[in-house]
T-cell receptor
C-alpha cells in the first residue's frame, strides 16, 4: 500500500525478552518518527530520523531503547530486556523533508506491544 | 515544557448535534497548533491546523481558531455524523520537529 506500514501489528512477549518493531515509511519521505502511546494517553515522542541519522533521540526513555534506519527508509525500534511498563502502542510516522515543521505527519496503525 | 490539555472523558452525542472539544496549550512563544483524528482501525491523520494567532483551521466541517488570549484551540463542528465517531487529539509543535499531543477524546455519535 501507499501508507506507513508497521509490523507486527501485535506482539506479546515476556519480561526480559528482546523485541524489534519495524516501520516502512511512505516512499520518498525522508523524515521518520517513533512515538509511544500508553493506555489513555496521547502519543509521546521517542526519536526522529532525517535520512539515516537520528536527528533527535531525546525522547527515548532509557538505554534499553534503540532505533536504526540504515538505508534511510525502513526503521527498526529495538527494545532490550523488556519490562511490563514498556507495554504500549508504538507508532511510526513519516513526512517529506521538514514535514514536521508543517505538522503533517503520516502515521501507521501502530504495533501493540504487551509485556507479560 | 510545552504541552496541550484536552477536556476529560469521552463525548457521546446524537447525529446532527453540535460538537465542541476543548483544548488549551502551554508554550513559550506561539507554536503551530493541530487537531489529529484517529478513525477506528486507522492511523492518526491530520484534521486541521493553525500556524499563528487568530488563524482558523478548517476541514470536513470542523473548525478551530487559535486564541492567544485564552491559549486555546477548541475544535467545533456544527452538525456531526455517525462517520465522525473517532478519537480526536490536539497537538502543538515544540523543540526539534516534535509534536506534543493531548490525551485525546473519544467521540461517539449515535444515529
Amino acid at each position: 500500500g501507499a501508507g506507513v506500514s508497521q509490523t507486527p501489528s501485535n506482539k506479546v512477549t515476556e519480561k526480559g525478552k528482546y523485541v524489534e518493531l519495524r516501520c516502512d515509511p511512505i516512499s520518498g519521505h525522508t523524515a521518520l518518527y517513533w512515538y509511544r502511546q500508553s493506555l489513555g494517553q496521547g502519543p509521546e515522542f521517542l526519536i526522529y530520523f532525517q535520512g539515516t541519522g537520528a536527528a533527535d533521540d531525546s525522547g527515548l526513555p532509557n538505554d534499553r531503547f534503540f532505533a536504526v534506519r540504515p538505508e534511510g527508509s525502513v526503521s527498526t525500534l529495538k527494545i532490550q530486556r523488556t519490562e511490563r511498563g514498556d507495554s504500549a502502542v508504538y507508532l511510526c510516522a513519516s513526512s517529506p523533508q521538514g514535514g514536521a515543521n508543517t505538522g503533517e505527519l503520516f502515521f501507521g496503525e501502530g504495533s501493540r506491544l504487551t509485556v507479560l | 515544557g510545552d504541552s496541550v490539555t484536552q477536556m476529560e472523558g469521552p463525548v457521546t452525542l446524537s447525529e446532527e448535534a453540535f460538537l465542541t472539544i476543548n483544548c488549551t496549550y502551554t508554550a513559550t512563544g506561539y507554536p503551530s497548533l493541530f487537531w489529529y483524528v484517529q478513525y477506528p482501525g486507522e492511523g492518526l491523520q491530520l484534521l486541521l491546523k493553525a500556524t499563528k494567532a487568530d488563524d482558523k483551521g478548517s476541514n470536513k466541517g470542523f473548525e478551530a481558531t487559535y486564541r492567544k488570549e485564552t491559549t486555546s484551540f477548541h475544535l467545533e463542528k456544527g452538525s456531526v455524523q455517525v462517520s465522525d465517531s473517532a478519537v480526536y487529539f490536539c497537538a502543538l509543535i515544540y523543540g526539534n520537529n516534535r509534536l506534543a499531543f493531548g490525551k485525546g477524546n473519544q467521540v461517539v455519535v449515535i444515529p
